[in-house]
């Protein structure tokens, strides 16, 4: 809560300090939230093995589950625009929390789509209203704010692996309603967040009503900028995507790893994206974002075409490199986007997330389909290739000046 000097300080100058611990109250649902999303993907090996599933149709799971985002968050993110409700955050973790209790009592292939579905949704409502809340409570500081709340759902994403190979797998399906747990803590942290974004909104309409922000850009740029940013998003998230879902499966096939051995190797990799998506922001907010996504193209993409060709050890060394790199860009691509219409940041913020999960999502399952049929090696030798989209990066307008 503010004391009666900052909110005078906050009226007088409509630039707020940044509020550090909203952040990072923040960033820790988002990291409860997509470990939760991941038990589904790190799961796959024991459906696969226990319901006789293929690989299209774990490839359906992940559709069930990031399409019903991709469909949600943005139209989410434009109500949150027009209506802001600031306990809409704790109420998507309470969906999170039935979704975990569906997947883990499913028993058929359909249940578990059900169930991969309702995770969704949660997460649909989670993303837009959560990335609007930090870009509150930035103080200006808009790449630190994104990256520290984008690195917290790194973070749970990493964890997922690790808490399947220890908890989930030697435990069973069944042991993922004890997750549920970490939801219901994650409810009563965005409750608290909550009344801060409620009071903030209070002292936002105390003040005269500020000017409206217009985009820089005429409608013909802004057409061309987010068809760019679509492919952006289509090039890093198909690989990422695939990653999760299928290098499990690629280790297992190519080295003979066990299970558990697999998903340590995974974790690395989850990892490295988390610590790359934190150091992203802030270095975009230095140097600007253009730049940062640039980097992340060029610096990505060598190691990305080695990656499938090396042996065990060369391919967990270049896949913390590609993770680290790669996943850099994505809190840039977000502030990039904001920038653009900055009037609607809760829809854009839906639009990105939205589109980057659906897009991943449809990518994975058309290469598990593939995988079916010239195998999961010859895949991974081939998607890499998707990064070359990222040179279309050259038709995006500049729209920032580098902060020093």
């Known amino acids: 809560m503010m004391t009666t000097s900052t909110k005078m300080n906050y009226i007088q100058t409509q630039k707020p300090a940044t509020s550090y611990s909203i952040i990072f109250a923040v960033s820790g ?26 690989y299209f149709q774990l490839g359906l799971l992940t559709l069930a589950q990031q399409m019903t985002a991709c469909i949600l968050q943005p139209l989410m993110g434009l109500y949150g625009d027009v209506k802001p409700k600031p306990f809409a955050l ?5 969906i999170v929390a039935v979704g975990v209790t569906l997947l883990a009592t499913a028993n058929s292939f359909p249940l578990l789509l059900l169930a991969a579905a309702v995770l969704g949704v949660g997460s649909a409502l989670f993303h837009p209203e959560a990335s609007r809340v930090s870009r509150m409570a930035s103080g ?3 790449g630190f704010a994104q990256s520290s709340f984008q690195v917290g759902g790194n973070t749970g994403t990493a964890l997922g692996p690790l808490a399947a190979a220890l908890f ?5 399906q069944a042991s993922t309603i004890w997750f549920g747990l970490l939801a219901v ?21 105390a003040m005269r009503k500020p000017p409206k922000i217009l985009s820089k850009i005429p409608r013909k740029g802004l057409i061309m900028a987010f068809a760019v940013i679509g492919a952006l998003l289509l090039s890093k998230f198909v690989y990422i995507e695939t990653f999760k879902s299928y290098y499990n499966f ?21 990892a490295a994206v988390a610590v790359g998506t934190f150091f992203g922001g802030p270095i975009g907010d230095r140097v600007g974002t253009l ?14 075409l080695v990656l499938p060709h090396m042996n065990l050890f060369g391919t967990a060394v270049l896949s913390i490199i590609v993770g680290l790199i790669l996943s850099s860009a994505f809190s840039a691509i977000v502030v990039y986007a904001q920038e653009l219409l900055p009037q609607k940041v809760g829809m854009v913020a839906g639009l990105v997330f939205g589109f980057a999960f659906g897009i991943g999502a449809l990518g994975a399952a058309a290469l598990g389909a593939l995988a079916d049929y010239i195998g999961i090696e010859r895949v991974f030798s081939l998607f890499s290739a998707l990064l070359f989209l990222g040179f279309l990066t050259v038709f995006l307008p500049d729209v920032e000046k580098p902060k020093n």
């Open 29 to 54: 649902a988002h990291l409860i939230n997509d470990l939760i999303q991941f038990l589904l993907p790190a799961l796959y090996p024991l459906f696969k093995a226990e319901y006789g599933l293929d």
């Open 90 to 94: 704790a109420i998507s973790l309470v």
């Open 250 to 270: 690629f280790l297992i096939e190519k080295f003979g790893l066990e299970i558990r051995e697999a998903q340590t190797y995974l974790f690395l990799f989850l």
């Open 168 to 172: 989930v797998l030697p435990l069973g």
């Open 185 to 205: 803590i994650g409810v009563m942290v965005l409750i608290w967040v909550a009344r801060w974004y409620a009071n903030h909104q209070r002292m936002v309409n």
């Open 140 to 142: 200006g500081r808009l």
């Open 291 to 304: 730049k940062v996504i640039w980097g992340s193209i060029l610096g990505a993409l060598p190691f990305a």
